[in-house]
């Protein structure tokens, strides 16, 4: 008897989920809890796990698809079970010159099958997958896109022949692109010897989600700024010992943090979420926390980061940071956040407008360090000087209770730093 395997809900507000890459084949023997394919939604990327031990009997979905949580991808005949699979055409074997074969990286048989298709060296993409894998996508924007990447040069000097006889280069109508911009669309020319990206699911999602936040949330900003030299006295004078002691660095972070979740207890109207009928406020204060990969935004969650202190949060935020790098969240770890921090300052930008991330209604960062001279009784000092930004949802309050927060915020930064710590 087959097992079906489906697509796993990967996070509370996750309905749909993109596959990857398949790890394995149809006739492949499996075990219980080893991987079978790699799934990405825009918050996380994950392994599909096996449920049982057994023979792969059929592939349902192909690589590159975008299918709904709960949806079949796969069965699995378990041990005992003598029926067969059934060849198909996803699922044959596909012989493949040695050329095409990288001692770093596998390709699934969707791949390898449209690389014979169309006779295409893959050593000659670049990969769009986890870990830069090439993907069934890949390579069909390579073939759509006439091999680009070799023909480059011929492209070229096609063009310089062209301008050279007087005429004006015909690109075709492959060149020219119509990209979404509100109800309408305008179009987007391309030069043969632009570079052309296939946008991979992470980052149409992260797009889709940002166009929807700013289109349906009254976003509204406010920011002050901070005078932070004794943070940054206290900091340097223990962040060495700090760093022997705890096995990580102590980053301006940690404190920020401690400061929001204090300032939002005091405004418990900012760690909630708004609905057309009613507004939520969240019980626990579960801090989002961005983290920049090369490739895109991610935002894992340290939840109930009010039971913790500076010391407990450089190590958590750490082990997300770690995590999100590696490609290793998972749907827990992203989960049920309800205010999101972003330490914008470690890139040296001084001002920022954040995007808030629905459900949630507020976003707040701390921008860069910064020594500069102000007037304190009259005199001038150089003091360490930051600016703080808020975002919020001016649906679930006003500019008054903002500001009242953002000022909660910036008084706990200030106050006896190394009271914090211990």
Not at 124 to 147: C, F, H, M, P, S
Not at 206 to 221: D, R, Y
Not at 300 to 309: E, K, L, Q, T
Request: glycine share 6%; net charge neutral; proline share 5%.
């Amino acid at each position: 008897m087959s097992v079906e395997i489906t697509m796993p809900q990967l996070g509370e507000s996750v309905v749909e989920a993109t596959l990857q890459d398949w790890l394995v084949k149809a006739g492949d023997s499996v075990t219980k809890y080893q991987p079978l394919c790699e799934v990405i939604t825009d918050k996380v990327n994950v392994e599909v796990s096996c449920s049982i031990d057994g023979v792969v009997a059929k592939i349902l979905i192909e690589p590159g698809t975008t299918v709904s949580v709960g949806t079949p991808i796969c069965l699995i005949n378990g041990v005992g079970d003598q029926s067969v699979y059934q060849k198909g055409s996803s699922e044959e074997k596909v012989s493949v010159p040695n050329s095409q074969i990288r001692a770093s990286g596998r390709y699934s048989p969707a791949v390898l099958k449209l690389a014979k298709e169309h006779n295409i060296d893959l050593s000659q993409l670049v990969g769009t997958g986890l870990e830069g894998r090439i993907t069934r996508k890949d390579v069909l924007a390579y073939v759509q896109n006439g091999n680009t990447e070799v023909s480059a040069d011929t492209a070229r000097r096609s063009e310089l022949n062209d301008s050279a006889s007087g005429q004006t280069p015909n690109f075709g109508q492959q060149d020219q692109h119509k990209v979404a911009y509100g109800s309408g669309s305008f179009p987007v020319w391309r030069d043969p010897e632009d570079l052309v990206i296939t946008v991979d699911p992470i980052r149409r999602t992260i797009a889709q989600k940002m166009v929807a936040s700013v289109t349906n949330i009254p976003h509204a900003w406010a920011m002050l700024e901070v005078d932070l030299t004794e943070l940054v006295n206290y900091r340097n004078q223990v962040k060495e010992e700090f760093y022997k002691k705890e096995g990580v660095k102590l980053t301006y972070l940690p404190f920020f943090v401690l400061s929001v979740v204090k300032a939002l207890q005091e405004y418990p109207i900012l760690n909630g979420s708004w609905t057309e009928s009613h507004i939520v406020i969240h019980k626990h204060y579960n801090m989002s926390i961005a983290v920049a990969t090369e490739k895109a935004l991610f935002v894992p969650v340290i939840h109930n980061a009010d039971r913790y202190s500076p010391a407990g949060l450089a190590h958590k935020v750490k082990e997300l940071a770690s995590k999100a790098h590696m490609g290793k969240l998972t749907p827990d770890d992203i989960s049920k956040g309800t205010f999101t921090v972003n330490n914008t300052g470690a890139f040296g930008s001084q001002s920022s407008m954040p995007i808030i991330s629905p459900p949630q209604v507020g976003m707040i960062t701390l921008e860069s360090v910064v020594k500069r001279p102000v007037v304190i009784n009259d005199m001038i000092a150089i003091r360490s000087m930051a600016n703080v930004c808020l975002s919020f949802d001016h649906r679930i309050t006003d500019g008054l209770t903002a500001g009242r927060f953002l000022h909660s915020v910036c008084r706990y930064l200030t106050e006896s730093p190394g009271e914090k710590l211990r």
